[in-house]
């Protein structure tokens, strides 16, 4: 059977010009090799960390320090779960960060889709020079006006509008305020996404109920909001993940709130400290710092813990991340 | 983008004339305006409170003296001069040298992580098995390389101690590149030739960073590869062109737009990024010995760096960006 088709396919083969058949199908299954070869070599390149870090959460400490136990553990053990969970107060940081990423995250993306749509559709005086200072926004990274946002933050009074200054640093509402007026993390690459994508949707919906007497408002809520949907979502998901690990608001507005970006970060030294004491309570001496394999496999595993829920929410709505940019229809 | 300005010109004489003629009804192009005003508004005072007025205190601060009034729960401030920009700049030991280190590795790896990513981008625009799995994977750094987890092990300083002795003995026995980098040595020789391969080996070397660093910027490709009409491609295949024709002929000009949104990108992205060393000056600075006047200036000048670079790079790309339409 075999041999008849390949008997057919040569007999193809002689009969095009200079063996081009056989060419062809050699250099396209070459070529297939070689992508598939690079491809996932390349994966296994981004996810090898991965893997390292949770081969060495689970190890046990005896394993640690084992020079043949290289990634797949002896005995394996998830005694540094239990700790990490402990040290980083696990669930009570999760609940935390859950509701205030959420809240931020809403917040900002509702700000972002007035002002996308507003951008998109309406003429009004100097809507060039606002939608530049849109770009500005994606351009002046937050680091640079970190000393006064500070400042300003932490002796608030609404330019003196306010009798007394009210603090605002270390606490959520300081970066609610941030998050409802479109200006929280990376909020002007949302407000051009959402522009993009406003657009491109068809003005004859909004035309048609304008002439039944439908409001704007009420246009955008009831007839454009659901068709914008999955770009929501999409700006929605990038909001929550990026706000879920950031450092730089996080510094700024949620250090004492027990936020997980805070505790990952701090889990090294957290350890440190707690390995200390463990050892000074056990032998009466001054106690020991930990070993360094100890504490890198205490940070792979409070980081894996820590990105677990975005990791799933990821998998889980991958289609929305990587659909996005392409659903705005970008374009410079 | 002339009919846009043309329209908001009319806008004004709309609102104008209303303005003038006091008891009318509003016209429409009024009402669009104010309702237009009214979706931005939150944009605007965001803007000003938290954008515009910050960065005039920025500038304000990096060329003034700032203190804490905790009794009067105020900050004060009064004007010095270039004294703080004369003390990075001059005094300073480590702050000029780590922005010269930074924008040079910045050098090294925007154009690395262009071609990178624009090679990964055309690969996964084809058709083959297991695609979602692979997509998939190579989005993860969006989240992987995000905020804090960016070098959250280098942070720890113990642990940065040890990974800077395990470099220097790699360094020391040097391996794989190195021993390709002495074959080539041998083998082609030539001045020229030898900082070429060192580049080469240089971003080998630190192709997981680059893999890292690329996540949005594929995506921003994968978009671009996906609006170009494969009637292109019929057409073109039908005259005999070859596959690097195609892509030196059809998808780079396509694609050249992207181009410069990526660069812009990935420029912006690395210097903001959490474990760089210039960005950690300016945040100990000011968390740790409260110097605000002296980290804004760092803050300032390191980005007015950065801004004249991506001013020069952006002006050069979109001389040679070809738009189709």
């Known amino acids: 059977m075999t041999k008849g088709r390949l008997a057919k396919y040569l007999a193809r083969n002689r009969a095009t010009d200079n063996n081009y058949l056989l060419k062809r199908d050699v250099s396209r299954a070459a070529t297939g090799i070689f992508t598939t070869v690079l491809l996932f070599g390349l994966c296994f390149l981004i996810l090898q960390p991965l893997l390292h870090q949770f081969s060495n959460s689970i190890m046990s400490r005896s394993d640690l320090f084992d020079p043949t136990v290289i990634a797949i553990p002896r005995n394996p053990t998830l005694d540094t779960y239990r700790l990490a969970a402990r040290l980083m107060n696990y669930w009570g940081s999760l609940f935390n960060t859950?509701?205030?990423?959420?809240?931020?995250?809403?917040?900002?993306?509702?700000?972002?889709?007035?002002?996308?749509?507003?951008f998109a559709r309406f003429e009004f005086p100097l809507k060039r020079f606002w939608f530049a200072c849109v770009i500005l926004t994606v351009l002046v990274p937050p680091q640079v006006i970190r000393a006064?946002?500070?400042?300003?933050?932490?002796?608030?009074?609404?330019?003196?509008?306010?009798?007394?200054?009210?603090?605002?640093?270390?606490?959520?509402?300081?970066?609610?305020?941030?998050?409802?007026?479109?200006?929280?993390?990376?909020?002007?690459?949302?407000?051009?996404?959402?522009?993009?994508?406003?657009?491109?949707?068809?003005?004859?919906?909004?035309?048609?109920?304008?002439?039944?007497?439908?409001?704007?408002l009420r246009t955008f809520v009831q007839i454009m909001?659901?068709?914008?949907?999955?770009?929501?979502?999409?700006?929605?998901?990038?909001?929550?993940?990026?706000?879920w690990t950031d450092g730089f608001y996080t510094t700024m507005f949620l250090r004492e709130q027990g936020v997980m970006a805070v505790q990952m970060s701090a889990l090294g030294e957290t350890f440190s400290v707690d390995y200390v004491r463990q050892t000074s309570m056990a032998t009466g001496t001054q106690g020991f710092r930990p070993d360094i394999a100890l504490v890198e496999a205490m940070?792979?595993?409070?980081?894996?813990?820590?990105?677990?829920?975005?990791?799933?929410?990821?998998?889980?709505a991958q289609r929305f991340f990587v659909e996005s940019i392409g659903q705005s229809g970008i374009k410079m | 983008m002339n009919k846009q300005k043309g329209l908001s010109k009319q806008a004004v004489r709309f609102c104008l004339s209303d303005f003038l003629r006091q008891n009318r009804t509003p016209t429409m192009a009024t009402k669009n305006a104010i309702s237009g005003y009214l979706f931005i508004l939150p944009f605007v005072v965001g803007f000003i409170m938290f954008l515009a007025y910050p960065l005039y205190q920025a500038v304000r601060m990096a060329f003034s003296e700032?203190?804490?009034?905790?009794?009067?729960?105020?900050?004060?401030?009064?004007?010095?001069?270039?004294?703080?920009?004369?003390?990075?700049?001059?005094?300073?030991?480590?702050?000029?040298?780590?922005?010269?280190?930074?924008?040079?590795?910045m050098?090294?790896?925007?154009?690395?992580?262009?071609?990178?990513?624009?090679?990964?981008?055309?690969?996964?625009n084809r058709q083959f098995a297991g695609r979602g799995f692979v997509r998939a994977v190579f989005f993860l750094p969006v989240i992987l390389a995000s905020g804090v987890l960016v070098g959250i092990e280098t942070n720890n300083s113990l642990l940065d101690a040890v990974s800077q002795q395990i470099q220097d003995q790699n360094a020391m026995r040097a391996g794989v590149t190195g021993v390709i980098e002495r074959m080539l040595e041998n083998f082609v020789g030539g001045a020229g030739m030898d900082e070429f391969f060192e580049y080469i080996l240089e971003i080998i070397n630190q192709i997981y960073k680059i893999a890292m660093a690329s996540g949005i910027q594929i995506l921003i490709f994968l978009a671009g590869l996906q609006t170009i009409n494969p009637s292109i491609y019929e057409a073109a295949s039908i005259e005999g062109a070859t596959a690097w024709e195609n892509f030196w002929k059809i998808t780079f000009p396509m694609i050249s737009p992207m181009i410069l949104v990526v660069v812009v990108y990935s420029i912006i992205d690395f210097m903001v990024r959490t474990d760089s060393n210039v960005m950690d000056m300016v945040y100990t600075q000011m968390t740790l010995h409260s110097r605000y006047a002296l980290g804004s200036a760092m803050a300032l000048i390191y980005f007015s760096a950065v801004a004249v670079i991506l001013g020069i790079v952006a002006f050069i790309i979109s001389r040679l960006v070809y738009y189709y339409d």
């Not at chain 1, 009210?166 to 996404?193: C, D």
């Not at chain 2, 009794?71 to 010269?100: C, H, K, P």
Request: aromatic share 14%.
């Open chain 1, 225 to 243: 909001l659901p068709d914008a949907v999955p770009m929501l979502v999409s700006c929605f998901l990038f909001a929550f993940v990026w706000q």
């Open chain 1, 148 to 216: 006064p946002m500070f400042l300003n933050f932490h002796f608030f009074d609404l330019f003196g509008l306010l009798p007394n200054t009210i603090m605002l640093t270390n606490r959520v509402e300081g970066y609610a305020l941030l998050s409802a007026t479109a200006m929280g993390l990376r909020n002007g690459l949302y407000i051009f996404m959402l522009r993009q994508y406003f657009r491109n949707m068809p003005k004859e919906l909004e035309e048609s109920a304008w002439v039944d007497g439908c409001g704007k």
């Open chain 2, 66 to 105: 700032v203190w804490l009034v905790p009794e009067e729960s105020r900050f004060g401030w009064a004007w010095s001069g270039l004294a703080n920009i004369r003390r990075v700049l001059l005094t300073d030991a480590v702050f000029t040298r780590a922005m010269v280190e930074e924008i040079g590795s």
């Open chain 1, 98 to 118: 859950a509701w205030i990423t959420t809240l931020v995250s809403v917040l900002q993306i509702v700000a972002c889709t007035l002002v996308a749509y507003g």
């Open chain 2, 107 to 124: 050098a090294l790896l925007v154009p690395a992580i262009l071609v990178f990513s624009l090679f990964v981008a055309i690969l996964l």
């Open chain 1, 299 to 316: 940070i792979s595993t409070g980081v894996l813990i820590g990105i677990a829920p975005i990791i799933g929410i990821y998998l889980v």
